[in-house]
Structure formats: C-alpha cells, structure tokens
C-alpha cells in the first residue's frame, strides 16, 4: 500500500479528458484529486462509468474510513449524496458530475 506522500503525488488530470463541458472537468478534476488522496494508484482505474460502489470498494480495500471517503463528494452534494449512496451500484461517477454541474446552469 502506498504511503501518504505517494497518494499526494498521484496524477488525475486523464479525468478531465473524459469530459467536455469545462465545469465537468474541473468537478470530476476535484474530485478525482481527493479520491487519489485515498485509494492511491487504484484513482488511475477511475472512469465516467465508475459506479459509486466501485469507488466504496477501493475504499474499503485502503481501509479509508468512511467519513474520510464521504468528504471526497459531501462538501458540494451535501445531502444529496445519501441519494447516491442508496443506489450505489448503479450510479456513476459521471451522473454525480453531471447533477452537480448542473446548479450552475441556465
């Protein structure tokens, strides 16, 4: 398992590229950012597709506590993210980028 100073150093811009609205890129960029910070090298495997439960997953597999992992995409779903969570093995990374994304739309 990577230390610390590893995790930080992680790349995650390849995100932005799987997004074309430059509000998704900078969501999916922060958020991708605080996930590597976590789960380590496993952020590389992270896709649009990437169900939530995958990411709890790679989670789980860091031993990242929960409310560690929670912090990565509380701060702008705020309760909202429990939605997402109850439907964890369907929704994808992209639909979370997409809702949030969308408060700042016409």
Known sequence: MPDAQTRRDIDVEFIRLFFR??????????????????VGSRIV??????????????????KVESIDFV????????????????????????EMVEHYARRFRP
């Open 71 to 94: 912090v990565v995409f509380e701060p702008e779903l705020r309760i909202e993210f429990a939605a997402f969570l109850d439907d964890s093995d369907h929704t994808t990374f992209r």
């Open 45 to 62: 495997e992270l896709r649009p597709e990437t169900t939530l439960s995958e990411m709890l997953g790679w989670g789980a597999a860091s």
């Open 21 to 38: 609205a430059p509000d998704e890129e900078e969501i999916s960029f922060r958020w991708a950012s605080r996930l590597g910070k976590l």
